[in-house]
């Protein structure tokens, strides 16, 4: 049994640790670093999970673009020379209070509702790319298209409040 | 086809996302440097989506991993867009000090 559970074990704990690391490492460029090895374990669990599909935009999407333009618009500012001032002592502690309490709430909420989930695993294949490309182009198209225009919209809002502004 | 959760239970996957999710949260409150809170802001949106793979897989329906694919989406707009305005405050106040940022505060 604990042999099987080995790789959920091991995935688990170092996404547990790298996002930890991310909150709590000094320099921004190592938190960062942290959070694009988060996202490969996060992609290793899709994988566990037999969601090929989702493995690979999560990987295209997070590591590929987002975690560029994090870094690029790290390097384009550079917070490195600075370290940034920490917050009191009060306001960390109250920060640590409020996220356990968070924490407490959320694993009472899950213990209390009991044994509702199905015991026995569905068969289906749901993660592939033939599954999930006739639900996104069937059920789904509306939404899909919609996201679409989500982009665009968000492309150009940020060039335009990205540019100079040269009128003034 | 076999999966993870045939061997591990569906509860160890709902105590790894609480666990992220409140990293997300702690991180939030906890820094004060702009781009690390949103960093903070995507580990909360991948926790959920976490979430929402594991229940799909578990309940052999794909519109969960769907609504994945629509989150990754909309976190990448939130960011392109976050990350544009982070720089254009930069540009203007030469910080990303949150505590510096309460010009709308009062």
Known sequence: ?168 | MNSILSVVPIEYYLGLSVILFTIGVMGVLFRRNAIIVFMCIELMLNAVNLLLTAFSTLHGEAGGQVMVFFIMAVAAAEVAVGLAILVMIYNNLRTVDIKEMNKLKW
């Open chain 1, 1 to 168: 049994m604990l042999n099987q559970n080995l790789p959920f074990m091991i995935l688990a704990t170092l996404s547990v640790f790298s996002a930890l690391m991310v909150v709590l490492s000094r320099k921004p460029v190592h938190s960062v670093l942290y959070l694009i090895f988060c996202f490969f374990t996060i992609g290793g669990h899709y994988l566990l999970l037999n969601a090929q599909f989702l493995f690979a935009v999560h990987i295209i999407v997070y590591a590929g673009a987002i975690m560029v333009l994090f870094l690029f618009t790290l390097m384009f500012i550079n917070l490195n020379k600075e370290l940034e001032p920490h917050k009191s002592n009060l306001v960390k502690a109250a920060a640590t209070i409020v996220a356990g309490t968070l924490l407490l709430v959320m694993v009472s909420t899950v213990t209390d509702t009991g044994n509702i989930f199905p015991t026995q695993v569905s068969q289906n294949e749901v993660g592939t790319v033939a599954v999930l490309g006739k639900k996104l182009y069937g059920d789904y198209v509306l939404p899909f298209e919609l996201t679409s225009i989500l982009l665009l919209a968000a492309m150009v809002g940020a060039v335009m409040i990205g540019k100079k502004n040269t009128e003034s």
